[in-house]
């Protein structure tokens, strides 16, 4: 959400090897959820690290 209490349409999501899901990101447009996820694939983790549209699950 942002302050204005619209839905922010894009989400980043990091998912561990055990299958559990974590919300580290919204963001407005499908390209910068996609810059954040790529960030934090280079980071060096061994996370996964998707994006996904609101309301939508891969």
Do not use: C, F, K
Not at 12 to 28: L, M, P, Q, T
């Amino acid at each position: 959400m942002t302050d204005s209490g619209d839905a922010v349409p894009w989400l980043v999501i990091r998912e561990d090897g055990n299958g559990n899901r974590y919300r580290v990101g919204s963001y407005a447009t499908r390209a910068e959820a996609e810059r954040a996820a790529a960030q934090l694939d280079n980071a060096g983790s061994e996370q996964l690290y998707v994006v996904e549209q609101v309301g939508r699950h891969s």
